[in-house]
């Protein structure tokens, strides 16, 4: 039996363009494109919609700022098979101006990501989403960082806002079945009447099981990415998602095929997935950041020392 | 707070073993050795108790065998720090004289490895090894294939045994959460008084997802393999395992030391771990030996008509 209410949203080369800066050929977008589109996902979020004079087109590749231009030139003619298409915004990275009216956009969703303590600038900028026409979200960035009090005022301002979204955000995959089930019942509680949605990371090896504990739970909008690929130690693949969920619409075939053409080949030029690294910051609920220098440079530190040093912290008083 | 009654199992040797035919330098086995014990591992199980006449030490290593001779050259006078020594035996590969009496052994615990069907065999086994002293445990291997009629069959032959410590087996890595609260509710019903234990298998990445699982159902018996090393897409990672226990005994950082030293290298050489073969036979309840094939081979065949191979099977009427 499944819940027709489930939408997938695969979110590859957003999450996965953090690795390596989104420097994926038009070629590869495309075929991920059609693969996503045959396999009956829901949605396809194809990079995050950045002003230019923030970031270098230089240094970025084009799903850093996805101009209609630059995902026209992708899907061309091909038959979308109803899936809709979405961009990533964060706060202080992009100008309102940049963002163009639903009606002259492909993009049908655009995903606010923010913080708690910026969750006025998150609805403010969503709000204005919501005005041009765009179904929109907030993605509570981090959350296993922030006291309840925090929190509770973040989703108290949500409850109050036009946004009809919202998902639950594992980014240092520091979660364990057991705090995904407080916090949505916790979102349930505050925000009546909006949809809930998770986007769970693997440093733990839990971001799929995590992402079903939220489907228990009733979140019925659900991230995943080809191959697990993401940021870190990446995030719930969207194979074993698929295979889960029952829903007759989702055909797993074209998901396989384009894994073993594109993405187990990129696997071994673009490093993801669990390494202790990851699993070292996940365990102790720290940003990846200093483990992802750690993977990225040539000779690995002595792991053990990296682990006392990030237990130990500095003494305070 | 943690639950004391908890006893961890590693057996990266004796799974991990199953991937190189048990061909561990006794160096390797001793540092494992030392590294759970001063990690305060409760059990280590070093491998299978076969007889030669079964099997040709030629092709396999000690491991396989597990004589006096070969684990008392591993462990010396090394402080075991309260850590027990385990085996597991098979059905039919081993003779009953074979076995010694614990009082001449180094061995604590005997665990025996055996399918529903065979359960006769494997309590009978079980009631040797206890005879002759030692902690004695079955395995129930691939209940995700067994119809529920005989496994309850089964339970209520165990149930009469005088095994005490029983173990739920996902073999082909195809159990969700909802399966092991289920079974493992089973199992406490049907079998009240004895202790239940959980050993899962990496094909879906929910090996430790499924281990939290059991244990929040009751399980107390829990194995784990240092970096997830196991047959296939291997088992419940250790440290994952470890960091998730808030038994202050447990020190994470000899676990750390020796996947950097040992096992980050090993992996290089021997496969283990998620691979797209693997989740497909997870996915689809089916064992993982023609995973196992096309892992071993140079040449990845189509992995899509893998796929259907397995969903279409032959159709019989």
Redo the contacts between chains.
């Keep these: 039996m499944f819940r027709p209410q489930i939408k997938v949203l695969d979110c590859t080369v957003r999450d996965g363009g953090l690795i390596n800066k989104w420097q994926f050929s038009d070629e590869f977008v495309r075929k991920v494109f059609i693969a996503l589109s045959q396999a009956g996902v829901d949605y396809m979020e194809i990079g995050y919609k950045s002003s230019e004079k923030y970031f270098s087109r230089d240094e970025n590749g084009d799903w850093k700022f996805c101009t209609e231009e630059d995902i026209k030139r992708i899907i061309g003619d091909f038959d979308r098979n109803n899936m809709k298409l979405s961009a990533m915004v964060d706060i202080g990275r992009i100008d309102a101006e940049d963002i163009h009216p639903k009606k002259d956009s492909v993009l049908d969703m655009i995903r606010v990501a923010c913080y708690a303590k910026e969750i006025d600038k998150g609805i403010n900028l969503a709000h204005q989403c919501i005005d041009k026409g765009y179904e929109t979200t907030i993605n509570l960035m981090a959350v296993s960082k922030v006291l309840e009090r925090d929190l509770d005022e973040a989703l108290d301002d949500l409850s109050k806002s036009s946004v009809s979204i919202v998902y639950l955000v594992d980014s240092f995959g520091a979660m364990?079945?057991?705090q995904i089930h407080f916090l949505l019942k916790k979102y349930f509680a505050a925000l009546p009447g909006k949809e809930l949605g998770i986007h769970a990371h693997?440093n733990?090896?839990?971001?799929?099981?995590?992402t079903?504990?939220a489907i228990?739970v009733g979140a019925n909008r659900i991230d995943a990415t080809l191959?697990g690929m993401g940021r870190g130690a990446g995030n719930c693949?969207l194979?074993?998602l698929l295979?889960?969920l029952k829903n007759p619409k989702f055909d797993?075939?074209p998901i396989?095929?384009i894994?073993?053409e594109l993405f187990?080949p990129l696997k071994t030029d673009v490093e993801w997935?669990?390494h202790?690294p990851y699993?070292?910051t996940g365990?102790l609920n720290e940003h990846p950041r200093n483990a992802m220098k750690i993977m990225a440079s040539k000779n690995?530190p002595?792991?053990?020392v990296f682990?006392?040093e990030l237990v130990d912290g500095t003494p305070l008083d």
Excluded: C, V
Aim: glycine letters at 2%.
């Design positions: 364990y079945s057991e693997n733990q090896q839990l971001a799929f099981a995590n079903i504990e228990i191959y693949p194979e074993l295979s889960f797993i075939r396989i095929q894994i073993q187990i997935g669990y202790i699993m070292i365990t690995m002595d792991l053990k682990y006392e």
